[in-house]
């Protein structure tokens, strides 16, 4: 009964492709992330959402839209992949955006670009 | 831009406790101090927070400064699992939930 449950765990696709990880949460949150974690272990944030809209939107490329058709869900597509996307991405949820929120996260997804 | 200082690694034994400190010294007034911590091959995992007061709950304590400067997360008896990287991070309220993880302190726990 995971709270928070992204889709694909693991992933291998070629350069140039277009792909999607999918995020749910079940805990009835207001707020969704997603977080990139590179090579060198740093986690990032890239993207929030708070009822469906969005309100943090890092600087990553625009290869990169979420998609956020409910509170519960939060997917990621990539467009053209390049190399450099190779990284563990982490979706996760909370209450709302209030400061003193835990955030629960996702098992993250294993995106390796060849 | 983190805004928070940490040890790069540190070292435990087994069942005794740790102190993982951590500096902020740009902390503004409704900043609260978050603890997670990342398993091998998970995703980070809640460990405590707090605003001003000291804070306990089942996994650890988090005593912060009186200027709130610095804070520290004490696990009070390490066990094998508590092997992972700690992230101090301060939850900036007013920028809608833009929490920003550091390096982190990669801890080990030696049997």
């Known amino acids: 009964d995971t709270a928070v449950s992204q889709t694909p765990k693991y992933l291998v696709t070629q350069m140039g492709n277009d792909k999607s990880i999918k995020c749910e949460q079940n805990?009835?949150?207001?707020?969704m992330y997603w977080y990139k974690q590179d090579s060198k272990k740093f986690l990032k944030i890239m993207f929030s959402?708070?009822?469906?809209?969005?309100?943090i939107n890092e600087t990553v490329p625009n290869r990169f839209s979420p998609k956020s058709p409910d509170k519960a869900h939060l997917n990621l597509h990539i467009n053209s992949l390049e190399l450099g996307d190779s990284a563990v991405y982490f979706c996760?949820?909370?209450?709302?955006?209030?400061?003193?929120?835990?955030?629960?996260f996702g098992e993250g997804s294993w995106l390796t670009v060849v | 831009d983190a805004k928070t200082t940490q040890p790069n690694s540190m070292e435990s034994n087994e069942e005794e406790p740790v102190h993982l400190p951590c500096n902020h010294s740009t902390i503004s007034g409704t900043d609260y101090i978050h603890w997670y911590r990342q398993l091998p091959s998970q995703g980070p995992e809640y460990v405590i927070h707090g605003l001003t007061s000291n804070v306990n709950n089942r996994m650890a304590s988090l005593a912060i400064a009186e200027d709130r400067k610095s804070s520290t997360l004490i696990l009070h008896r390490a066990t094998l699992r508590d092997a992972a990287v700690y992230y101090c991070i301060l939850f900036v309220a007013y920028n809608n939930n833009d929490m920003r993880f550091g390096a982190g302190t990669r801890l080990t726990v030696k049997p």
């Open positions: 959402y708070n009822n469906k809209e969005l309100i």
């Open positions: 805990l009835g949150h207001d707020t």
């Open positions: 996760a949820s909370s209450q709302n955006t209030g400061a003193g929120n835990t955030i629960y």
